[in-house]
């Protein structure tokens, strides 16, 4: 079974408008979403900015509200908006946020961040909760004298995987992590990226990952989903969308990732000239009249895209 | 002829803190050369930034130390309204985050005006050589320089973004007005700093491509700074990798991305994600990145961070070596390097 | 851009009913009542009586209100017991003497405050900066009313320089030359000794403001642009800091409420002030209502204003 299957998901968020701040109009951040995760998989959701990556991973923890579709969670309904009600899911879905600099509170010891979850969820004693806390700090890699110091003691890296110590804390099924590494150098990014991969191992977790770094998402994922403007245009496994894009966006992205081998530059150009012209030419054949993709059609077991049928037209 | 546009001699920026001086850009020396594009890599706390911001003379507290030749005159000891003349000029910047580098309360429009203003004899002169009767001081000439600017960089209605303040605007919108702004006076030195760190892999690529088509129609010599090397193989001529505020290898593009030297280099391309997608685990560089601070000033700064390779193998006094013609390596340790698991 | 006006102003009117009727309710707590005052205690309780019947008393307090609100909307605030004449003509008198010093309040407040921001924080950190930083820190330190009586004391008493009571020299004809001269003379010392204290939040305000933006992104642009540093105060960080001063300048006029109630008693200068702190003290209560509710009309008119000037000189706000 799925560990997480999300159906028809759409989030709108109104804008106001008018002298009487009435809803004028309505913007469709998420606009019929559907995606199956399976357990201990990762995947991977890719888009630019705009294009309701964010929205959807941050609906499906129950951040935003959701317009109409179904978020669920090993085969029921999640249950975010009911009222009153906490879901009992609660504790098995974590996020892990993009800025590692501003998702902590300064003012607060490690101590505090990483037991916070522990906090709301577990009746623990003081000592308990310290032997707790050191665990996963020693998890993470990092030592138990940490426990307290501060956010601004530590390095981009660092602080990072104490938001990780955070979001593994209550042992989730699923964790969010929306753009986890981009605001981090290079080799730090590696850094996370591996112990990512370790503790996914280590505790069987679940990954959605949200990332508009191509080459991250390559890297991580097996399956993948591409959204343009709050919908799918694509997905399948990491290489039926990397080896065998079939949708115009995609070859678009695609193409558009900086190719690391100098020599092939002349080439490159090429090609991307030539897959503009083509996007150039066939966009009104892949999207609709309000610049908006079709629904997807499946291509294999694991690969649908957005293309429009012969019939449908 | 082969032009040098800019050379730079030993040229280390230091800071105050706490009444102590620390040097964030150590004794770099090197040149950009006219129609060239040259890549500065390397993480936060390299001197990348730094070393861009002593050229431009951006620096208030810094101290600096050394040359920086622009056309043979020391852009080091210029007064600041010699520098004034030259800056947005003859040299200038695009920077990495374009919302915060345009004024908020000023229209997309009077900001490019402001540096064809600030430069108004310069744009005269290259009037009259065309011919064009057109007065000086015209607001009027000034307003269709800036709407043709709009349009070279690619900005589909420069009419209206010409009255529209920077919030309004995308990320990639910004960035090309940033780049209107650097190019508006035809400079003969642009400096990019991240130019395209802030935004999406397709706006990435046309401001990428931008630069390179503005590159062969000014002829102009380019500083492109950035921490990524997928830019960089895309983009540079040359390339400047820098750690800890020293230039640790430096070399043509083609030599550096088949034949890299340096371990700080290996270690930074085999920490990237390429197309493999067995899981592998990609490489991690020991340690941290140490603060300025706290930066090793004797021997070579990368050998903490490699301690699997035996003292012996660095250079008391690290120095450049040729080990092809153009590509320079600090440090003999290159010769006795190996990833930790080979 | 008039629709944001619009509706804010559209938003004011809620307030200013239920401030209408939080000071109604306020005058209704206070003891006594209209007539207490009116009448001789020694009458018949039921001719006392029949008087509260006659005059709407003993009906419930949304009648009352009713009635006492219409009447205000029509300039009628009822009669002042210990003047003996309507409060509107009452405070007919002194409101423009308090409108005047306001004003010149305001303008010695943005003459101090705007020059000594700019250097304070232009140059800051130098002694220049440390001085006026001194001066905000006595402002801020001193209350009003004992600096007011020493401005008084100094210039007024002792170096007689200026008046030292009322809003014009007794005897003059109104709209001669030498009417208004000595309307401003009469004006100028409780003006300034209110400004001088008032004046050093705005200087430290903006202060802040300067330092805050000469560390902003698009200074470096401004210089990397080539422009030189005077071009580069007067374009770009004065614009940028002085934004948060205009839309500040809305509270102003509420603190100066406060100052006027203040300084017009100390230096008797015959304003609304004055005559709200005599009525105070003299149970005088239509003419405190009265008082009351125009000066809360006046701070809710106060950050309007606020609203609007930043709606006007903010792009980021201005709504198309």
């Known amino acids: ?313 | 002829m082969n032009e040098e546009l800019l050379t730079i001699e030993n040229l280390s920026t230091s800071f105050p803190i706490a009444g102590q001086l620390y040097a964030a850009v150590d004794d770099v020396n090197l040149t950009v050369k006219k129609n060239e594009i040259l890549a500065i890599v390397g993480e936060s706390g390299s001197g990348k930034s730094a070393l861009a911001f002593s050229i431009m003379g951006l620096h208030t507290r810094a101290q600096i130390q050394g040359h920086i030749y622009y056309k043979g005159q020391n852009l080091a000891t210029m007064s600041p309204a010699e520098l004034n003349r030259l800056r947005g000029n003859e040299v200038s910047m695009i920077f990495q985050d374009p919302l915060s580098a345009l004024n908020p309360l000023m229209m997309i429009g009077e900001q490019i005006e402001e540096v064809l203003l600030l430069h108004e004899s310069k744009s005269k002169t290259a009037r009259s050589s065309k011919g064009s009767g057109q007065t000086r001081h015209s607001k009027k000439f000034r307003k269709e320089q800036t709407l043709d600017l709009l349009s070279q960089v690619g900005i589909p209605r420069p009419e209206y973004t010409y009255g529209q303040y920077p919030h309004e605007l995308s990320g990639g919108m910004r960035q090309r007005v940033v780049i209107a702004m650097a190019i508006a006076n035809q400079p003969h030195l642009l400096i990019a700093d991240e130019p395209t760190t802030a935004l999406d892999v397709t706006i990435q690529l046309q401001i990428l491509e931008l630069i390179r088509r503005l590159k062969e129609q000014m002829e102009a010599g380019i500083i492109l700074i950035t921490h990524d090397l997928g830019v960089v193989a895309e983009m540079a001529d040359r390339v400047a990798v820098m750690y800890a505020g020293q230039i640790v290898e430096i070399s043509s593009i083609h030599s550096l991305m088949s034949n890299a030297k340096h371990p700080y280099t290996r270690s930074l391309m085999s920490s990237i994600p390429t197309g493999n997608e067995k899981k592998t685990k990609l490489h991690v560089i020991q340690g941290v990145v140490p603060s300025l601070q706290h930066l090793p000033r004797q021997g070579c700064r990368f050998r903490s961070r490699i301690p699997w390779i035996e003292e012996a193998a660095h250079e008391a006094d690290p120095q450049m070596h040729e080990v092809e013609p153009g590509h320079y390596v600090r440090c003999t340790c290159y010769k006795h390097f190996h990833f930790l698991d080979e | 851009m008039w629709k944001t006006t619009l509706r804010r102003f559209l938003i004011m009117i809620p307030q200013i009913i239920l401030l209408s009727i939080l000071v109604f309710m306020m005058a209704k707590a206070l003891p006594g009542d209209a007539l207490s005052g009116l009448l001789d205690p020694s009458v018949d309780p039921s001719m006392i009586e029949a008087q509260r019947e006659k005059l709407g008393l003993n009906n419930p307090w949304y009648v009352q209100y009713w009635d006492w609100i219409t009447k205000a909307i029509q300039g009628d605030f009822g009669q002042s017991f210990r003047f003996k004449m309507p409060v509107t003509d009452l405070i007919g008198q002194r409101i423009t003497n308090t409108i005047w010093l306001s004003l010149v309040t305001l303008i010695f407040t943005y003459l101090i405050a705007i020059p000594l921001g700019i250097i304070s924080g232009r140059y800051n950190d130098t002694w220049g900066d440390r001085l006026i930083t001194g001066y905000t820190y006595l402002g801020f330190a001193a209350p009003l009313f004992i600096f007011s009586l020493l401005m008084l004391w100094v210039f007024g008493f002792h170096l007689q320089a200026f008046p030292t009571e009322g809003s014009v020299t007794p005897g003059l004809v109104p709209g001669t030359l030498e009417y208004s001269f000595s309307k401003i003379y009469h004006i100028l010392l409780p003006a300034l000794s209110m400004a001088l204290i008032t004046t050093v939040s705005t200087v430290q305000y903006l202060r802040s403001e300067i330092i805050d933006t000469k560390q902003r992104d698009f200074i470096l642009t401004a210089r990397a642009k080539g422009a030189s540093e005077s071009r580069i105060y007067t374009h770009h960080i004065l614009r940028n800091s002085l934004l948060p001063i205009a839309a500040f300048f809305g509270y102003e006029i509420t603190g100066l409420i406060g100052g006027t109630v203040f300084v017009e008693y100390i230096f008797s200068y015959p304003g609304m002030g004055q005559l709200f702190l005599n009525s105070i003290m003299l149970r005088d209560f239509s003419v405190v209502t009265a008082l009351v509710l125009l000066y809360g009309i006046a701070s809710i008119l106060g950050s309007l204003i606020s609203d609007i000037i930043l709606s006007i000189v903010d792009p980021r706000i201005r709504i198309k």
């Open chain 1, 1 to 313: 079974m799925a560990l997480l299957e999300v159906r028809d998901l759409k989030v709108y968020f109104p804008v106001y408008g008018g002298i009487f701040r009435r809803i004028v109009d309505r913007i469709k951040a998420v606009d019929g979403v559907n995606l199956t995760i399976e357990p201990g998989h990762t995947y991977g959701l890719v888009g630019e900015s705009g294009s309701g990556k964010t929205t959807t991973g941050r609906a499906i923890i129950g951040l935003n509200p959701i317009t109409s579709g179904q978020i669920l969670f090993q085969g029921e309904d999640i249950g975010w908006g009911m009222r009153g009600h906490q879901s009992r899911f609660r504790k098995d879905i974590q996020m892990i946020f993009q800025d590692p600099y501003s998702s902590l509170n300064p003012k607060k010891r490690i101590l505090d961040i990483v037991s916070e979850p522990l906090r709301n969820f577990e009746k623990l004693t003081p000592a308990e909760e310290k032997r707790r806390v050191q665990e996963l700090l020693a998890q993470v890699g990092l030592s138990s004298e940490t426990i307290y110091k501060y956010p601004h003691e530590f390095s981009g890296g660092q602080r990072q995987r104490i938001g990780i110590a955070r979001a593994i804390a209550l042992k989730p099924k699923l964790i969010i992590a929306d753009e986890p590494v981009s605001s981090l150098d290079v080799s730090v990014q590696a850094q996370v990226l591996n112990f990512m991969q370790d503790i996914q191992k280590e505790l069987h977790l679940t990954y959605l990952f949200i990332s508009h770094d191509l080459g991250i998402i390559r890297h991580m994922c097996d399956h993948i989903g591409i959204m343009y403007r709050g919908r799918y245009v694509e997905q399948g496994t990491t290489r039926e969308i990397f080896e065998n894009p079939q949708h115009i966006y995609t070859k678009r992205l695609l193409a558009a990732i900086p190719d690391l081998d100098p020599s092939q530059r002349g080439k490159r150009q090429r090609q991307r000239q030539l897959i503009y012209q083509e996007y150039d030419k066939e966009f009104s054949q892949y999207f609709d009249h309000d610049g908006l993709a079709y629904a997807l059609r499946p291509l294999s077991d694991t690969h649908s895209a957005a293309i429009p049928g012969r019939g449908q037209g």
